[in-house]
């Protein structure tokens, strides 16, 4: 379960001499190298305010989230990201919004983020490798986008598509995944007010590695569903495919909401390895619906979740 907490001031969520340390270097000699890594523009990730859905728990460390990461766009290993997402252009960009929707088009990130209240979610993070994080994202609640661009009322379910740029993101040069990477949301999950679209980390835009600048996070799944650097949004009557559903269906369901009582095929789901504790750091017992299970619950009502997984 998580509890709700206000008027969160950075220093509630990170270490004073950390965020010292860290605003230091984005003003001195590191700055540009920092911020380099970062996408997007300031506005997309400053002057967020808190909100009442965060958890309470202590966030990772800004090098944790920016230095461990799946994005198989730059690389299978968890430090590739970081080394080669310098290379990704995020400015300009666009987001493609079709299917059944009343205004479809090409919408400038700017479009996107005009208007829309930033808030600082702070979220517990759930990889399906038994791996886990706390981040403190910024962003907007899906839903209000949806609500801007109207959605028709046969669709059903909301699709996301990945930048696909091989020569910036090295990992597209392989053949490890059919690309792009999509992913894919019910229309009542996407509308969930915890689904967010996430333009920073923290109080900075949000870092190339992790998904610059706009990405999908969906607290209560398994990571891999919350897409990142996505360029493409399709509201649709059926359900779209899933770029690890359509890879191996036996080990990622369409839903894949984190649940400690379905096992991965290759390894338990039972407790999980918090990040930034050490090579020695206990484990600790998975939640069902990674901690979120009163506020959705309710979406799977009368499911069998281990056949609907």
């Known amino acids: 379960m998580f509890r709700f907490k206000t008027n969160l001031k950075p220093s509630d969520v990170t270490p004073k001499a950390a965020w010292l340390n860290r605003r230091a270097l984005m003003t001195g000699a590191g700055g540009a190298a920092l911020a380099g890594m970062l996408g ?5 990730g400053l002057d967020a305010v808190p909100s009442r859905y965060s958890t309470a728990a202590e966030p990772n460390s800004l090098d944790d989230i920016t230095q461990y990461n799946n994005f198989y766009e730059f690389g299978t ?5 970081a080394r080669h997402a310098h290379a990704l252009t995020t400015d300009p960009w666009q987001v493609t919004i079709d299917g059944l929707v009343d205004k479809p088009g090409a919408y400038d990130f700017d479009d996107l983020t005009s208007g829309v209240t930033l808030e600082q979610r702070i979220y517990r993070f759930r990889c399906v490798e038994a791996w886990s994080m ?5 962003g907007f609640q ?8 109207g959605v028709l009322p046969e669709a059903r379910y909301v699709a996301f598509e990945t930048l696909v740029r091989p020569e910036e993101m090295p990992g597209q040069r392989t053949r490890i995944l059919d690309w792009p990477y999509t992913e894919g ?20 835009p949000m870092p190339k590695q992790n998904g610059a600048p706009i990405r999908l996070v969906v607290p209560w799944k398994y990571g ?12 649709t009557r059926d359900e779209p495919p899933c770029t690890w559903n359509l890879l191996a269906p036996n080990e990622y369901g369409f839903y894949s ?4 009582n379905v096992d991965h095929p290759r390894w338990s789901q039972a407790s999980e390895r918090r990040i930034g504790g050490g090579l020695l750091s206990s484990r600790q017992p998975t939640l069902m619906f990674n901690g979120y299970a009163d506020e959705v619950a309710h979406l799977y009502a009368g499911m069998d979740l281990t056949k609907h997984f």
Do not use: C, M, Q
């Open 40 to 44: 997007g523009t300031a506005r997309a």
């Open 77 to 81: 290993r968890k430090t590739d990201p």
């Open 134 to 138: 706390v981040i403190p994202w910024v």
């Open 142 to 149: 899906l839903s209000d986008l949806l609500d801007r661009v």
């Open 185 to 204: 949301l019910r229309l009542d999950e996407a509308r969930h007010p915890l689904t967010i679209l996430a333009t920073g980390i923290y109080d900075e």
């Open 224 to 235: 891999f569903k919350s897409i990142k650097s996505i360029v493409r949004i399709s509201l």
């Open 257 to 260: 909401n984190v649940n400690p």
